[in-house]
């Protein structure tokens, strides 16, 4: 008899030891919350391709996290968001990148696994699929945290120190709570 | 970068992840993500789902690695995403979180910390952001 089990992570870096309060509680009320989410699906005999995708969206949804809502900027100042899911019974997967107004691109990367014989499905021809679909999207402005312009800010002024090839030392950026690697 | 892996207590196991990628990206970058094999997997061994730096889970092909250990070293889930996560590349560009068809369930990282959460059906529960929370 084999015991369900369940695990979930909002990105990972070199999240400061002393991260203030208002940085990390709400994460973890998010963690836990998701947590909760997730082992209440399984228990109710959702498959776990059913329940991924349930916690997946949910912290997509959560606009600390680095997905969906609160996903980081590319230097151009745009959101290219990517996802993928696996379902280990069939090995079917489905992924897709450079999405720019689906809201929860974790299903969006469920229906190139359903709904095509493809496995990645790519920038305009990912946004395409997804209005064929009837996916949920939204304005640029729902993904971008006043936070992230912020973060996008810092890591360019840092870039002008390198580019301009001057010797000060770098100021160290400082840290929003999360890895800027996602 | 978020993801989730589950399984079921009949042993059926998924993995997703999803991301915004790395502040101040080259436009038209993919990470590790959506490659399948890099930033996520699942057989009927395991589900992995992996955060860091792209360009090294891509790489070390790290959520298939942890499979392919299991598989062909006969490693535990713990020991196989431990190496995994060592051998992916420099410190503080690899976490991991995976679940095994038995229940089993391993969370590391090479990094200060990871926003991380598991259950077990027996019981055991977990939620932290650095190593020894």
């Known amino acids: ?182 | 970068t978020v993801g989730c892996v589950a399984v079921d207590n009949a042993g059926n196991l998924a993995a997703a992840t999803s991301t915004g990628g790395f502040v101040n990206k080259m436009v038209g970058r993919v990470g590790d993500t959506p490659l399948i094999g890099a930033g996520t997997y699942a057989n009927q061994i395991c589900a992995v789902s992996t955060t860091g730096k792209g360009e090294e889970i891509i790489r070390g092909t790290v959520a298939r690695e942890v499979a392919a250990l299991m598989e062909y070293k006969g490693l535990s889930l713990a020991e196989a995403g431990a190496y995994a996560v060592d051998q992916s590349g420099p410190k503080g560009t690899c976490g991991l979180i995976a679940v095994s068809a038995n229940g089993e369930v391993t969370m590391p990282f090479n990094s200060t910390g990871m926003f991380r959460a598991c259950a077990t059906e027996d019981g055991y529960t977990e939620i932290g952001i650095w190593a020894n929370n």
């Open chain 1, 1 to 182: 008899m084999v015991g369900w089990a369940i695990a979930l992570h909002g990105g990972g870096g070199e999240i400061p030891l002393d991260l203030p309060d208002e940085r990390r509680i709400p994460r973890e009320i998010a963690l836990r919350h998701c947590l909760d989410l997730g082992v209440s699906a399984l228990k109710s005999g959702k498959s776990p391709l059913d329940v991924v995708e349930l916690v997946v969206r949910e912290l997509e949804n959560h606009p600390d996290f680095n997905a969906g809502k609160g996903s980081v900027l590319t230097a151009g100042g745009t959101v290219e968001m990517e996802a993928s899911i696996m379902d280990g019974k069939t090995k079917r997967c489905g992924a897709v990148m450079g999405l720019t107004t689906v809201v929860n691109p974790i299903s969006l990367a469920r229906l190139v696994m359903e709904k095509t014989p493809h496995i990645n499905l790519a920038f305009d021809a990912a946004e395409a699929f997804a209005r064929a679909h009837g996916v949920e999207t939204a304005e640029e402005s729902h993904f971008i945290t006043p936070e992230n312009i912020d973060r996008l800010k810092q890591a360019k002024e840092f870039d002008r120190v390198q580019l301009d090839y001057t010797m000060p030392t770098p100021k160290e950026p400082e840290s929003f709570g999360d890895s800027q690697t996602g």
